[in-house]
C-alpha cells in the first residue's frame, strides 16, 4: 500500500506565503511524476504543477512566479512553495504521486490540506 500525507496547509493573509509538503510512504520503488491539485468549493479540482523524477517542472498560469514546487527524491517528498497568495489560491491542496506498479502505472493521493488565504 502506498500512503501520501499533505502537511502545511492553514490560513494566512492576502500577500504571504504558505510551504506544503507531501511525504510518499509504503510499497514505493519509483515515482514517476508528483504534484498538486487544487479544489475550491463548488470547482472541479485542477492541477497546480507537477515535478518529474528528473526534474522537469510543470505549473499552471495562474501559479507561475508565485508558486514553486520541488522534490526529494530521496525522501519521496515534494514540497509547494506559495507566495503572494491571493484570496482566490483559498481550496484544498491534494498531493498526488504516479507510480509504476506491477500493473501499470498508478496514480495515488493525499487526503488534502485545507489553505485559506483572507483579504
Known amino acids: 500500500q502506498v500512503q501520501l500525507v499533505e502537511s502545511g496547509g492553514g490560513l494566512v493573509q492576502a500577500g504571504g506565503s504558505l510551504r506544503l509538503s507531501c511525504v510518499a510512504s509504503g510499497s514505493i520503488f519509483s515515482i514517476d511524476v508528483m504534484g498538486w491539485y487544487r479544489q475550491a468549493p463548488g470547482k472541479q479540482r485542477e492541477l497546480v504543477a507537477s515535478i518529474t523524477r528528473g526534474g522537469s517542472t510543470n505549473y499552471v498560469d495562474f501559479v507561475k512566479g508565485r508558486f514553486t514546487i520541488s522534490g526529494d527524491n530521496a525522501k519521496n517528498t515534494v514540497y509547494l512553495q506559495m507566495n503572494s497568495l491571493k484570496p482566490e489560491d483559498t481550496a484544498v491542496y491534494y498531493c498526488?504521486?504516479?507510480?509504476?506498479?506491477?500493473?501499470?502505472?498508478?496514480?495515488?493521493w493525499g487526503q488534502g490540506t485545507q489553505v485559506t488565504v483572507s483579504s
Open positions: 498526488n504521486a504516479d507510480i509504476p506498479t506491477q500493473w501499470g502505472l498508478r496514480r495515488y
